[in-house]
């Protein structure tokens, strides 16, 4: 859907059919609606034919990274003699993404169901759905159908009566960014300050525990289940552009535009159609501007790439950017970039966990430098050393928190080097003229 | 939809009684709370990892997590009082100190600061008499700061106000939500 | 084994190794904060990367594992910008101390800056401020100048198994905590001072006391308990103002206890003997050494002697004073308190008997007791070697026929009786070896000057027994220590060349070698 508003036709809604229909929360509604049919499916069949199904669909990690997701579970080695886990990451914080909010406040037990059927292919008992500690909504929903789930023996010690075992527990975080990050996220879950771990070991061999741990968007754990039910070759035709990117994708739309909200469409699907039709367009009076697709931690993209790119994994990097956790953030031209970017740079300072020299200093003197220049007290060289740092804190850190700091900086000033300058040499920003600055 | 509180979820209620930290300190997990505890630690392999969950309970009970509490904690859990506070400051949910009444956090990263979440901000600041981010208002009733993104950037501007999650708040909306609270 | 190349130098290191320890190996030093071979790999400071050929980011070369065929470049173009830009931010917030700071000197932020950083700073931005901390114990903790490595956290958390310190808060607000009342107490705390890369963790002992190049540094062993850690004794203007441990993967690893290393006072030691003296119409006045010596001799010569000793004294002295007992006996005792292990290294300890040389002095033949004139026979002479009779009454010594004394200090006690007092160095002044109590035997070296006219005691000792007719031509400790190997079986086969400064167990020494600590352990 075009959540809150009405699903636009143009859309194809699998994962969001339901939003906005407060029935299918409970048990009995999401049953109606067909669910737990997939759960049963996969209870019935070997886990290493589920992890063939996934493989062959082509679904890639919805979080952001877009790992192919039945490769990811296929690292798990079965017979290993030690207790695998499953982590759901539901810690959704990264800026302008909210699809996975929608996903637990809908349809909660469709994430319930996808968690045992990961659970069950990687040979795991638990699963734990870590959920971020403002989600008091999608906490509240998770935390009830979960118990609506064991108490039906749909989950347990005695899933849907066929003697295993699938326990899945609701993790609350505390407020912090950096537990989306599959590492930091296990340390979180175990106890520890929010902190990623640096790799090798990855997960699949020591993870949460010490123990093979797989970890999952809970976007990509509930598309497990009508891929289950409907096949591999269903998912892998849902393709509009490219035989990599396959099936649909919410895309979480927020800013300077008519209709924000989450939309469901197809892989491969034309961005500017999107923009200006599925999303309204700009509002009233004013122009787009730029468009940051994929969350605040992927290149920003002028118009001109954003019309000409078609939404799937390839089509956002062939367009200067990257489709990320499809968080598509509309600036329009009433919007200083620098302000906007040195609040982003904010963001990420105040979100690094402070183990890195790179990430903890730089995230922190760049936003230094930046909201410098945002107040008319910048000079030229600050944008050469903006751009020396942030190279300086890509790939060199343990996780990207650093990296994604610098990425906004980096396109920012490539691609609209006119308003810093502008406001470098003492030019306030004025919303009509930015496009010709 | 409706742009306010879906959903249903409500805070407790935390003007019943002194939660302000005065008075010595009682333990916190004792009855049912001790039970909860322990049946969380049925999830989990070893007893750190309800940390964080033993941190919430401290919070939902006493409304802050002071430094008696962080004992108890690590006590019950077999870590040291230093291992607990380092985790208690690393996330910014859990409240060090005592708060107002109704600890209102406005969220203002891009997505939301594009959509005029500042003014949301000034709104609360000034129909609080709080004036200033982070202090608590002299009747004790409200704290407003800054939070990073809450994960409703499509319902700008998001508030949280203890445990109840606004959407799309306005500053026209604010006086309505206090008038509401008080 | 596993072969790579670092720098064009062909290296052969075992599996498991990482490239920062195969660069050692190779004899390239990656400048690093946050690893420490002691300590749990972080691989956090990212001061170490290093251009590894055919991989896509700079690898960290603390955390990262060498590979067969692998081509590690240290100083391309690339890994030096990442090094010069780790500095660089390390330096934004740190402020300009270094007139003011303790570490000035033997700060690893000078030196690596020094080597690779940048001449200026570009940053113009306010620097973080937060006060200055008592940690409790001997540890200051100056937030200011803290670069986040970490390795404090990872000593008490992972070495001591006492966690007393964390990170707190987040981002570059963070820095290193510890809770209200919960202090830097533990027995091994101070290590922190030493691990710590810069001036952020401070002995307050050893505050504003001197700066690191006014010091004159000897290899030593720790003489305050049985350990034997080994340390490095550090003296200003004469006088011992530090001793840090000195690595031994056999003894100590990294480590020495705080009562140990605070404990050096005593060294420095003013009331002294200081001159020869013989009792002449009543008084001890004082003489020259020839005199003395002479007097000594005459008074030992035929009689029966009972040697009242120290364990702080030396293989060689102890050895040189059982050649004068010849049909006496000779005994020790040896002040105690509790013992107090280093839980995350294996037999590692404060130990409950406080003196250097225990076991070297029971090996030797002297009685360890609680009454340490027990044995002192009717009519034997009394020498008293090393001791200061402290806590014992001058009635004591009425059994005695003549009383010698050879120590650094006129013990009260005796100074009624004593008709020769031979004055001797104590522990930092001299050189010798002394044994641990695993068997080990150490080489510790001169760290001071010794006062007034004293000379070492093995000297005093070989030439007392040259005046009793003995064998004695001993011009260097080494040469006793090598009659001592010629005569005792235990000693066999040891030389000051063999025992080096990482010392050697003797031939019968209880315990196997220690499991040496595995460099770069997880």
């Known amino acids: ?437 | 939809m409706t742009p306010d509180l879906v959903g249903g979820v409500e805070s407790p209620d935390y003007a019943s009684h002194d939660r302000a930290g005065h008075g010595p300190y009682t333990p916190v997990f004792v009855g049912d709370v001790k039970r909860e505890l322990d049946d969380l630690l049925t999830r989990y392999p070893n007893k750190m990892a309800a940390l964080l969950p033993a941190l919430w309970i401290v919070q939902r009970e006493r409304r802050w997590v002071s430094e008696e509490a962080m004992v108890e904690v690590a006590e019950l859990l077999e870590l040291t009082p230093a291992y607990v506070k380092g985790v208690v400051t690393f996330y910014t949910m859990y409240h060090q100190h005592p708060v107002g009444q109704y600890f209102i956090q406005v969220c203002t990263t891009s997505p939301c600061g594009i959509c005029g979440a500042e003014d949301v901000v000034k709104a609360f600041l000034r129909h609080t008499n709080t004036g200033e981010l982070g202090i608590t208002s002299p009747d004790g009733k409200f704290t407003v700061i800054e939070v990073e993104c809450l994960g409703a950037c499509g319902f700008a501007t998001p508030v949280m106000v203890n445990e109840e999650f606004i959407e799309s708040m306005t500053p026209d909306k604010v006086p309505e939500l206090l008038a509401r609270l008080k | 084994m596993v072969n790579l190349t670092i720098e064009d130098r062909p290296v052969t290191v075992p599996e498991g190794t990482t490239i920062l320890e195969a660069a050692k190996v190779a004899g390239i030093l990656i400048p690093h904060y946050c690893y420490h071979p002691g300590l749990p790999i972080a691989g956090v400071c990212r001061m170490c990367l290093v251009q590894v050929e055919k991989a896509p980011k700079l690898a960290p070369s603390c955390a990262t594992t060498v590979a067969e065929g692998q081509v590690v470049h240290v100083y391309t173009d690339k890994s030096l910008e990442a090094r010069k830009a780790v500095l660089e931010m390390l330096l934004i917030n740190h402020p300009l101390d270094c007139p003011i700071c303790d570490q000035s000197g033997e700060c690893e932020l000078q030196d690596f800056t020094y080597m690779e950083g940048r001449k200026e700073s570009r940053y113009r931005d306010p620097k973080r401020f937060n006060p200055a901390e008592d940690f409790g114990g001997d540890v200051i903790y100056v937030p200011n100048r803290c670069i986040l490595c970490t390795r404090c956290v990872r000593f008490m958390d992972d070495v001591a198994h006492e966690p007393t310190l964390n990170v707190s808060e987040r981002g570059d607000r963070a820095l290193i905590g510890k809770f209200e009342g919960r202090d830097m107490t533990h027995p091994w705390a101070a290590n922190v001072i030493d691990l710590c890369p810069v001036g952020a963790l401070l002995s307050k002992d050893f505050l504003n006391k001197a700066r690191a190049w006014e010091l004159d540094r000897t290899a030593s062993i720790c003489p305050n308990c049985t350990q034997g850690c080994n340390v490095m004794m550090e003296t200003r203007e004469n006088q011992i103002v530090r001793m840090k441990p000195r690595p031994n993967e056999n003894v100590n690893a990294f480590f020495m206890c705080d009562w140990g290393r605070l404990n050096y006072r005593w060294m420095n030691e003013k009331n002294r003997a200081e001159q020869p003296m013989v009792r002449q119409g009543g008084a001890l006045a004082a003489t020259t050494w020839e005199l003395a010596i002479t007097a000594a001799a005459r008074a030992l010569n035929g009689k029966k002697v009972f040697v009242a000793a120290s364990p702080m004294l030396s293989n060689e002295s102890l050895f040189l004073l059982t050649e004068l007992i010849q049909g006496g006996s000779g005994a020790f005792r040896v002040v105690e308190g509790d013992e107090a292990p280093l839980a995350g290294v294996e037999d590692l300890a404060l130990r409950r008997e406080r003196a250097a040389n225990v076991y070297g002095a029971e090996k030797l033949g002297f009685k360890k007791t609680r009454d340490l004139l027990g044995g002192l026979g009717q009519g034997d002479v009394l020498v008293v070697a090393g001791e200061d009779l402290a806590g014992i009454d001058a009635a004591a010594l009425s059994g005695a026929s003549d009383v010698i004394v050879i120590s650094s200090v006129l013990p009260e006690a005796a100074a009624a009786r004593a008709s020769v007092v031979l004055p001797i160095a104590n522990f930092a002044e001299e050189e010798g070896t002394v044994t641990n109590l695993r068997g080990r035997v150490q080489r510790f070296t001169q760290a001071r000057q010794a006062p007034g006219e004293t000379r070492p005691s093995w000297l005093v000792l070989g030439d007392l027994l040259g005046a009793l007719g003995k064998q004695s031509n001993f011009f260097l400790p080494s040469e006793v220590f090598a009659r001592l190997a010629s005569v005792n079986k235990s000693f066999a086969g040891l030389s000051y060349d063999t025992i080096g400064f990482k010392g050697l167990p003797l031939a019968d020494a209880p315990a196997g070698p220690k499991t040496p600590i595995a460099v770069g352990a997880a």
């Open chain 1, 1 to 437: 859907m075009g959540f809150p508003h009405h699903p636009h036709p143009r859309e194809t809604t699998v994962l969001s059919k339901y939003f906005g229909d407060a029935e299918a929360r409970t048990l009995d509604g999401w049953k109606k609606r067909g669910g737990y049919k997939a759960l049963e499916k996969a209870l019935g069949m070997q886990p290493a034919d589920i992890v063939n199904v996934v493989k062959e669909s082509g679904l890639r990690g919805r979080g952001g990274a877009g790992f192919p997701t039945g490769m990811k579970w296929s690292f798990m080695k079965p017979g290993d003699g030690k207790p695998h886990y499953l982590c759901c990451n539901a810690d959704e914080s990264e800026p302008g993404t909210f699809k996975d909010r929608e996903l637990m406040r809908w349809t909660p037990h469709a994430l319930v169901e996808g968690c045992a059927i990961g659970a069950y292919a990687i040979g795991a008992e638990t699963a734990y759905i870590y959920i971020r500690g403002e989600f008091t909504e999608p906490l509240y929903w998770m935390e009830k159908a979960v118990a609506e789930a064991y108490a039906a023996g749909i989950i347990g010690k005695n899933a849907m009566g066929t003697g295993k075992r699938v326990d899945v527990y609701v993790h609350k975080g505390a407020g912090a960014y950096i537990c989306g990050e599959e590492t930091a996220l296990m340390n979180s879950l175990e106890g520890r300050r929010g902190n990623p771990r640096i790799k090798p070991p990855f997960p699949a061999v020591s993870g949460v525990f010490g123990m093979p741990t797989t970890i999952n968007n809970v976007e990509t754990l509930i598309a497990s289940a009508p891929i289950l039910l409907n096949g591999a070759d269903w998912y892998k035709k849902m393709s509009l552009s490219n035989p990599k990117s396959t099936g649909t994708k919410l895309f979480s739309v927020c800013g300077n535009v008519q209709r924000p909200g989450t939309y469901e469409v197809v892989l491969g699907f034309p961005f500017k159609e999107f923009l200006y039709d599925l999303c309204g367009g700009p509002l009233h009076g004013r122009k787009f501007k730029a468009v940051i697709p994929g969350g605040a931690s992927v290149p920003i993209q002028t118009m001109e790439e954003a019309e000409a790119t078609l939404m799937d994994y390839e089509g956002f990097v062939a367009q200067g950017s990257m489709l990320g956790s499809g968080g598509v953030i509309v600036i329009d031209d009433a919007q200083p970039m620098v302000t906007v970017i040195a609040r982003l740079a904010r963001f990420f300072a105040h979100e690094s966990c402070a183990q890195c020299t790179q990430c903890r200093e730089g995230t922190a003197w760049t936003t230094k430098i930046m909201e410098r220049i945002r107040d008319g007290e910048g000079t030229m060289e600050d944008l050469d050393t903006l751009l020396d740092i942030g190279e300086q804190m890509t790939g060199t850190t343990i996780c990207v928190l650093s990296d994604s700091c610098a990425v906004p900086v980096a396109s920012g000033i490539k691609k609209f080097r006119g308003e810093f300058e502008a406001l470098i040499q003492g030019r306030r920003f004025h919303p009509v003229t930015a496009a010709v600055a």
